[in-house]
C-alpha cells in the first residue's frame, strides 16, 4: 500500500480587509490545481472556512495571517495562522459575532486552535473526495 505525502499551499496575507477576498482566490485556484477529486461544493465550503477564519485573524488576532492548505487524498486540511495567543472561544452567535466560527463547525468535519510559537493556528479539516453514503 502507497502513502503519499500531504501536499502543502500557503500564503502570506496582508492585514487589510482584502486579504480575505485574496485568500479566498487562493483557495479556490489551489484546490483547482491540485485536481484531487474534490467536488464543487467542498471547493466551495473550503474557500467559506477560509474566508470566515481569515476574517476572524484579522479581526481579533494581529500579524500578518498565513493560510495553509494540505491535501491529503481524502480530505483538505486549512490552518489560519497569526501571532495572537489567544484562542478562540467555542462558537456562540450574538448580535454582533460568532457565527463565522459557527460556520466554521457546521461544515468541517472537525475543527480545533492552539498554540504555535508565539501565536495561534485555527484549523478544521473537509473531505476532499464524495462520501460513499452520498453516492446513488
Do not use: Y
Not at 7 to 17: D, I, K, Q, T
Not at 48 to 54: C, D, R, T, Y
Not at 85 to 95: E, G, S
Amino acid at each position: 500500500m502507497e502513502t503519499r505525502a500531504p501536499v502543502v499551499a500557503e500564503l502570506r496575507l496582508a492585514e487589510r480587509s482584502s486579504s480575505a477576498a485574496v485568500a479566498r482566490q487562493f483557495t479556490r485556484s489551489t484546490l483547482a490545481r491540485w485536481q484531487n477529486g474534490t467536488r464543487g461544493e467542498h471547493v466551495e465550503d473550503a474557500v467559506l472556512v477560509v474566508s470566515e477564519l481569515v476574517t476572524n485573524a484579522l479581526l481579533h488576532g494581529h500579524g500578518t495571517p498565513l493560510v495553509r492548505l494540505l491535501g491529503s487524498g481524502d480530505r483538505i486540511r486549512v490552518e489560519i495562522c497569526d501571532d495572537s495567543p489567544l484562542l478562540p472561544i467555542a462558537p456562540r452567535v450574538t448580535p454582533s459575532g460568532g457565527l463565522g466560527l459557527r460556520v466554521v463547525e457546521q461544515l468541517s468535519s472537525a475543527w480545533g486552535a492552539s498554540r504555535r510559537g508565539r501565536g495561534k493556528v485555527v484549523w478544521c479539516e473537509l473531505p476532499a473526495a464524495p462520501d460513499p453514503t452520498e453516492l446513488d
